[in-house]
């Protein structure tokens, strides 16, 4: 018989309750219990980045977190960046300077960036290439997600 775990956390600003096995990370309990397949599963060992969500404020890959441990928490995911369906600016950003190649690790650079903004709205390159390092990528690269960040700080700080 498997342990269950009773888990009651906000999500994109929506409470959620539910009962879930207590070996389930907070990466599945997302996407196969709630839905949001935004958040990616890739290497499951917190090594691509592509799981990073932002937790009470701060980034977390959620293939290593349990979902247990965000019990009480507020989590944002990527589809929360636009819950109206409008792009904010962040993700504007990222469309308009080619940051966008296949997708797949982009809402771990979104999560990882806008948790860097939400503490630092004017960062430095140093900050962005630091916050942005925990997630890999191969087809567009850095600088571009570089750029964006810098011209969506830009935007939200005028």
């Known amino acids: 018989m498997t342990d269950t775990f009773h888990l009651e956390f906000t999500v994109n ?28 599963e890739c290497c499951v060992v917190g090594e691509c980045g592509a799981c990073t969500v932002i937790v009470d404020g701060r ?3 959620s293939c290593l977190m349990l979902a247990a441990e965000a019990d009480g928490a ?21 469309l308009d300077t080619g940051a966008a ?3 797949f690790c982009i809402p771990g650079q979104l ?13 430095t390159p140093e900050q962005i290439n630091e916050a942005l390092a925990g997630t890999l990528c191969r087809c567009a690269g ?5 750029q964006a960040v810098l011209a969506a700080a830009e935007e939200v700080g005028s």
Do not use: W
């Not at 944002?76 to 109206?84: I, N, Y």
């Open 101 to 103: 190649q296949c997708g």
């Open 13 to 40: 600003g929506r409470l959620r309750v539910l009962d879930i096995a207590a070996s389930h990370t907070l990466l599945d309990v997302l996407r196969d219990d709630i839905g949001l397949t935004g958040t990616k």
């Open 111 to 123: 999560m990882s960036a806008r948790a860097l903004l939400q503490r630092t709205p004017h960062p």
């Open 74 to 94: 507020d989590v944002l995911t990527v589809e929360g960046l636009a819950p109206s369906g409008q792009l904010d600016a962040l993700q504007q950003a990222f």
């Open 142 to 146: 850095y600088e571009q997600s570089r």
């Open 59 to 61: 980034s977390v890959n």
